[in-house]
C-alpha cells in the first residue's frame, strides 16, 4: 500500500520559516517525479515544486522561487520543502505527490497524494 505522510505544517509569521516532510512508502519511486502542491480556501490546488528522484531536476513555481527549495533524501524515501521568507499569500494546505510520467506542474499527471498539512503565515 503507496503511502506519502506530510508532516511539519503549523502556524508562522509573515517572513518565517518551516520545513515540510513527505515520507513515502510501500513501492520504490525511484522512477517518479515528487512533488509539492497546495491549495487554499476556494482556489484551486496549484504547483509548488517537484524534485525527479533519479536524476535531481527541479522545478519551482514562480511565486516560491527564490524562497522554497525542494530536496530529497534516498535513505530515508522522504522529499522535504523548506519554505523561507513566508508570506501570508502562502497560507494554504500542502499536499505531497507522486507522478511516474507527464508534465509535473499538472496535478491530473500524479497517481498518489498525501493527505496534506496546514501551513498559515500570520501577517
Known amino acids: 500500500q503507496v503511502q506519502l505522510v506530510e508532516s511539519g505544517g503549523g502556524l508562522v509569521q509573515a517572513g518565517g520559516s518551516l520545513r515540510l516532510s513527505c515520507a513515502a512508502s510501500?513501492?520504490?519511486?525511484?522512477?517518479?517525479?515528487m512533488a509539492w502542491f497546495r491549495q487554499a480556501p476556494g482556489k484551486e490546488r496549484e504547483f509548488v515544486a517537484s524534485?525527479?528522484?533519479?536524476?535531481?531536476?527541479?522545478r519551482y513555481a514562480s511565486s516560491v522561487k527564490g524562497r522554497f527549495t525542494i530536496s530529497r533524501d534516498s535513505a530515508k524515501n522522504t522529499v522535504y520543502l523548506q519554505m523561507n521568507n513566508l508570506k501570508p499569500e502562502d497560507t494554504a494546505v500542502y499536499y505531497c505527490?507522486?507522478?511516474?510520467?507527464?508534465?509535473?506542474?499538472?496535478?491530473?499527471?500524479?497517481?498518489?497524494w498525501g493527505q496534506g498539512t496546514q501551513v498559515t503565515v500570520s501577517s
Open positions: 524534485i525527479q528522484w533519479s536524476t535531481d531536476f527541479i
Open positions: 505527490a507522486a507522478a511516474l510520467s507527464g508534465t509535473v506542474w499538472l496535478a491530473t499527471n500524479y497517481e498518489y
Open positions: 510501500g513501492r520504490t519511486f525511484s522512477s517518479y517525479a
